[in-house]
């Protein structure tokens, strides 16, 4: 069974509300949580990597204002897409990596649709 | 930053083998990551690989050059399930992993 857990792994909004993400870990700790983002037929692209009791590190180009991560626990990081727009739209998927280990498993992924 | 280049797709016949190739340029390097992902589906953990050599799971195998920064993963015995795309991706030193834009394998009958 899966071992990182996403939800919800599909969410319909409207333009300009918000929508959180969560992303669990099961059974295992996790200082270390990344998400990602996937576009139709193309690859993972990293947005921002989420430590657990600090600010997420984000990537270039992604507005962290507009994808605000928490990650308030060992085992729980969340992602939240504000004031969404249909350029949005896309397939977020985390990753968790095992405490202390070099392990790491991906979500099932969320499928977002702005309208 | 990561520059990791891997072919966009192959096309090969059930029972048989196909070899995906990777070539990366990296600041760092903390291991090569192959995963599997079918449409739709997040991504499975497939292999990694940190030091050189060539390390066998099944009818999966996955090579590292890292004085080449080449990898690759081989896939024998094909099956219609194999159909998939598949991820190359190197870890930076702080874990963050960079991906590939992946090779979609089409398995034919």
């Known amino acids: 069974g899966a071992v990182v857990s996403q939800h919800p792994s599909w969410v319909i909004c409207k333009s300009g509300t918000s929508v959180k993400i969560e992303c669990r870990s099961l059974?295992?700790?996790?200082?270390?949580m990344f998400w990602y983002r996937q576009f139709p037929k193309q690859s993972l692209m990293l947005m921002a990597t989420s430590n657990e009791g600090s600010k997420a590190t984000y990537e270039q180009g992604v507005e962290k204002d507009k994808f605000l991560i928490n990650h308030a626990s060992l085992t729980l990081s969340t992602l939240t897409v504000t004031s969404a727009h249909p350029e949005d739209s896309s397939f977020y998927i985390c990753s968790a990596r095992v405490q202390g280990g070099n392990t790491i498993y991906f979500g099932e992924g969320s499928w977002l649709t702005v309208v | 930053g990561q520059n990791i280049d891997q072919p966009t797709e192959m096309t090969a016949t059930e029972g048989a083998i196909v070899q995906i190739n990777c070539t990366y340029q990296t600041s760092g390097f903390n291991g090569l990551f192959w995963y599997q992902q079918h449409a739709g589906e997040a991504p499975t953990f497939l292999s990694y690989?940190?030091?050189?050599g060539l390390e066998e799971k099944g009818r999966f195998s996955s090579f590292l050059s890292r004085s080449k920064g080449y990898s690759y993963l081989l896939l024998k015995e094909l099956q219609m399930k194999d159909s998939a795309s598949y991820l190359c991706a190197v870890r930076e030193r702080d874990y963050k992993l960079s991906f590939g834009a992946g090779t979609t394998v089409t398995v034919r009958a």
């Open positions: 059974d295992f700790q996790a200082t270390t």
């Open positions: 690989n940190v030091l050189d």
